[in-house]
Each structure stands twice: as structure tokens, then as C-alpha cells.
């Protein structure tokens, strides 16, 4: 099944890139490498490069695993407190295209709708945390939350 042609045109060659694969086994080194290489200051500006960082896995996903990255000193609350860096755990061309969905994200994230892409690597992205609660199928179904 072909898929639709998006509504919008986004090259993807200004999305900065990092020729890294984080092993999906031990990925703790990597998800510190694509946060330190994307966020080399921190994302509060912090100029100490080797502060420890709070790299905190959340749950739910079914073809990502999800790490929200900050500086240990940090809160989670405040302007750029974090970062996302989401792992593709398998590839899955037939059903799933990596780039549309980048495409799309870009897309929402011009509108307020997504968080501000810091990069991709190889078997990911990593992308600005938003603190909040993700909504369940039920309220996304509600107009007044969902909009």
C-alpha cells in the first residue's frame, strides 16, 4: 500500500545528523553520546561538559524505547530541563517510513505541536522534552483535549 504524498514539502539535509548506532542491548553510552553531541553545552547552557548526567527510561513504547536525558543537577520542570532521545528498536520499511515521520514531526514542531528537534543518528532522534502527561486513546478522541 502506497502512502498518500504529504501536504507540505520538508528536506530532511538541515535535520543534523550523528553517524552513531546506539546498541538497543546496552544503551545507556549512547543515549549520553547523542545527548552530549546534540546538546554540547546542556540544553540550559551549562558549560561543564562532564556533569553527570539523569538519563531515566519511560515506558509504553512498542517499536521505540524512550530516554529522557538532563543534567543531574537539573529539574525536569523548567525551559529545556531535558531531552528525548528515542530509539527505533527494529526497522520496519514495509509498514513504517522513518523519514515521513520526521517529515511530520518537523511539521507539528513549527506549529507548537511537538517538541524542537536537536538531531538524528543512525537508529533514532532526539528531540526536546516537554513535561506533561501523554494522552490515552480516549482523550485524544475528546475535541476539547486533544485540540
Not at 520496519?92 to 520526521?102: K, T
Not at 507539528?108 to 537508529?123: D, K, P, V
Amino acid at each position: 500500500m502506497a502512502l498518500s504524498p504529504l501536504p507540505f514539502q520538508d528536506p530532511l539535509g538541515d535535520v543534523p545528523f550523528l553517524n552513531l548506532r546506539v546498541e538497543l542491548n546496552n544503551p545507556i553510552d549512547g543515549v549520553a553520546a547523542v545527548f552530549r553531541h546534540f546538546l554540547p553545552n546542556g540544553v540550559a547552557g551549562d558549560e561543564e561538559r562532564d556533569v553527570k548526567l539523569n538519563i531515566v527510561e519511560l515506558s509504553g513504547g512498542l517499536i521505540n524505547r524512550l530516554f529522557r536525558v538532563s543534567h543531574h543537577h537539573q529539574s525536569t520542570d523548567g525551559p529545556y530541563a531535558a531531552a528525548l532521545v528515542r530509539l527505533h528498536k527494529t526497522e520496519l520499511p514495509e509498514v513504517f517510513d522513518r523519514d515521513r515521520e520526521l517529515r511530520i514531526i518537523r511539521f507539528l514542531a513549527s506549529h507548537g505541536l511537538f517538541g524542537q528537534i536537536y538531531g538524528r543518528f543512525e537508529n533514532g532522534i532526539c528531540y526536546r522534552y516537554q513535561n506533561g502527561e501523554p494522552l490515552t486513546v480516549d482523550q485524544v478522541a475528546q475535541p476539547d483535549i486533544a485540540m
